[in-house]
T-cell receptor, first 112, second 114 residues
Framework: AQSVSQHNHHVILSEAASLELGCNYS??????LFWYVQYPGQHLQLLLK??????LVKGIKGFEAEFIKSKFSFNLRKPSVQWSDTAEYFC??????????FGKGTRLSVIA | EAGVAQSPRYKIIEKRQSVAFWCNPI?????LYWYQQILGQGPKLLIQ????????DSQLPKDRFSAERLKGVDSTLKIQPAKLEDSAVYLC????????????FGSGTRLTVV
């Protein structure tokens, strides 16, 4: 069965620091990859997605992610975080027309 | 466009009681999903509907959980009887079709079983 691993359970950063959240998946074929964000008290929102083409994907709010097929990874990055980026971040994978499989999430706390 | 609506927002019940959650997806979205998110974990799929038919319910604990999607629009998820380990947030999501371009999630129902 496919699975998604998010290595960091809780990340604490100061404002303006750079962010990288790891995501690895276990599936050998073609996959669609997603990052979702859940701000405190809000619903899950799509940050960005990758289906094919340029492995560097840009999403909303200055986030980007890079798909590295050889490493089965889809890491999320942001050059400079803001206090408003405090949230929980979920990586999700599907091989195609099947439901998303989510990682356990990484909680990001940004301090002033 | 209106989002995915879920109700109630919160529910507290005693173990062995029954509970039902309601979801109204985005208009025109054929596919509807129910996910269970236990504290500290990512969402886990319970059931997927395509219109009013079940596509995948392999992870639904059918001895106590049931779900339906009448007329291919609204859906209800029921737990009867509830156990302590059912305490979680129940998320409903919808998408235009089986091709996955990202779901739209509702705000969820937080269930506490005491």
């Amino acid at each position: 069965a496919q699975s998604v691993s998010q290595h960091n359970h809780h990340v604490i950063l100061s404002e303006a620091a750079s962010l990288e959240l790891g995501c690895n998946y276990s599936y050998g074929g073609t996959v669609n990859l997603f990052w979702y964000v859940q701000y405190p008290g809000q619903h899950l929102q799509l940050l960005l997605k990758y289906f094919s083409g340029d492995p560097l994907v840009k999403g909303i709010k200055g986030f980007e992610a890079e798909f590295i097929k050889s490493k089965f990874s889809f890491n999320l990055r942001k050059p400079s975080v803001q206090w408003s980026d405090t949230a929980e971040y979920f990586c999700a994978v599907t091989p195609g027309n099947t439901p998303l499989v989510f990682g356990k999430g990484t909680r990001l706390s940004v301090i002033a | 466009e209106a989002g995915v609506a879920q109700s109630p927002r919160y529910k507290i019940i005693e173990k062995r009681q029954s509970v039902a959650f309601w979801c109204n997806p985005i208009s025109g979205h054929a596919t509807l999903y129910w996910y269970q998110q236990i504290l500290g974990q990512g969402p886990k799929l319970l059931i997927q509907f395509q219109n009013n038919g079940v596509v995948d319910d392999s992870q639904l604990p059918k001895d106590r959980f049931s779900a339906e999607r009448l007329k291919g629009v609204d859906s209800t998820l029921k737990i009867q009887p509830a156990k302590l380990e059912d305490s979680a947030v129940y998320l409903c999501a919808s998408s235009p079709g089986t091709n996955v371009y990202g779901y739209t999630f509702g705000s969820g129902t937080r269930l506490t079983v005491v």
